[in-house]
């Protein structure tokens, strides 16, 4: 019976899918918007009224700007070097004296950490730039496609996030979750971007395929 049912099953169909290649080599920014994006800017917008006061973000304000503004009064840009016009503060993350200590209200770390070797120091500079009662919110990638050239050094799992940050914060005062189901991670893979796929089908959330760990922690 075992193998009649064996006989019986169905192979898979992987259409555009079965190359060895994804479709999109950019994340998908070539075909619309990433789907780690969409959990990044849900986690956000979640989050929203956090992103108040006096703020850091990586790269450029974008999202402090968006899911901020009005309720934000200064917006700071962390950048490594200064070839960045938007960077209003230059150095590593990881280094002491790069960020000003008990300055900031939220820092919005999004996509940046596990480029940083020196993981742990970096986190303990995140937190000793904040206030007292300042918000960290901070995404990391979870299943996706590394790319090397950029330094690519750690992933944060559920448990790990929970650990370092929570070393640092205290563990009741940090809050972990994962973004992403085994649909949205293939399709990431790929490189399908949003706009691509039923929005419902990204809105099931599985532990088991972290296509985003997002943590939000408070000083």
């Not at 009649?4 to 190359?19: A, Q």
């Not at 901020?68 to 200064?82: C, K, P």
């Not at 503060?89 to 919005?108: E, N, W």
């Not at 500079?125 to 990391?140: A, E, H, K, W």
Request: charged share 25%; aromatic share 12%.
């Amino acid at each position: 019976m075992d193998r009649v049912k064996r006989r019986l099953r169905i192979s898979p169909s992987f259409g555009d899918l079965g190359n060895t290649k994804p479709l999109s080599t950019m994340y998908g920014y070539d075909r619309g918007t990433p789907i780690d994006r969409y959990y990044i800017e849900n986690f956000l917008s979640e989050r929203a009224s956090d992103i108040a006061g006096r703020t850091l973000e990586m790269g450029d304000d974008t999202y402090t700007s968006r899911f901020g503004g009005a309720r934000t009064s200064q917006r700071d840009v962390l950048h490594l070097n200064a070839l960045n016009p938007a960077a209003t503060i230059v150095g590593d993350l990881s280094k002491r004296g790069t960020l000003p200590v008990d300055a900031f209200d939220c820092l919005v770390i999004t996509q940046g950490l596990h480029f940083i070797y020196e993981i742990r120091a970096a986190v303990d500079q995140l937190y000793g730039s904040l206030r007292r009662d300042g918000v960290l919110l901070l995404t990391s990638p979870g299943i996706f496609a590394r790319d090397e050239q950029f330094g690519w050094f750690w992933s944060l799992t559920m448990p790990s996030a929970r650990r370092l940050f929570g070393e640092v914060f205290g563990a009741a005062n940090v809050e972990v979750r994962s973004y992403g189901n085994v649909f949205a991670a293939t399709a990431f893979l790929q490189g399908i971007a949003v706009e691509e796929v039923p929005k419902y089908k990204l809105d099931f959330l599985d532990e088991a395929f972290p296509v985003v760990v997002t943590v939000r922690a408070r000083k």
